[in-house]
């Protein structure tokens, strides 16, 4: 298993706002964390990853036998099986008012191997600067949709009600254990 996580710094919320916040957030980090396992994750298993995300190289002798075994040289990826089970669709995402969890089901030497640690895992959910920018408005929409549609469940109108760039800072894709 390998578990993503996406976390907000909170800014401060007037106290009428905070059950409405909440919800919306909740939502939203869900939303966010989806829309990276389809939109970024994919790019990790291309051939450029390893220049986009930094990645540790591999010695000569692994990518010459990679490549001869398998016909290709792109990273994180031997067979292909850990590319598939991580972009099946999360197994579970449990999210609190200030970070989601994403549960992926991977093949367990991705998490627990041995041979390099932790690194393919870390490799795996690394984001870029221009991702993270990326996923910042994606979650500032989603939330802000959210927010909209939960005040008007609850037939309160907010005509100066803030914006989650009032209230949130989003740091996505801080891996945790």
């Known amino acids: 298993m390998l578990r993503v996580s996406f976390t907000l ?16 957030t909740q939502t939203a980090l869900k ?29 000569a002798p692994y990518q010459r036998r990679k490549l001869r075994q398998k016909g290709h040289n792109r990273p994180l990826v031997w067979s292909g099986e850990t590319e598939r089970a991580a972009m099946r669709k ?26 390099v640690g932790n690194q393919l895992e870390f490799e795996m959910t690394k984001t870029t600067p221009a991702e993270r920018v990326a996923l910042s408005a994606f979650f500032a929409k989603a939330y802000d949709k959210e927010r909209k549609k939960l005040a008007k469940k609850e037939k309160k109108t907010e005509t100066s009600s803030p914006t989650y760039r009032d209230l949130v800072r989003f740091s ?5 254990r």
């Open 9 to 24: 710094e909170t800014l401060g919320i007037a106290d009428d706002l905070a059950p409405l916040h909440k919800k919306a």
């Open 31 to 59: 939303k966010t964390a989806s829309y990276w396992q389809k939109e970024f994750l994919p790019l990790h298993f291309t051939p450029d990853a390893a220049r986009r995300y930094n990645y540790k190289p591999r010695d």
């Open 90 to 115: 999360g197994r579970r995402q449990k999210a609190g008012d200030k970070a989601v969890n994403l549960i992926l089901r991977v093949p367990f030497y991705i998490a627990n191997n041995f041979a």
């Open 172 to 176: 996505p894709a801080k891996r945790s």
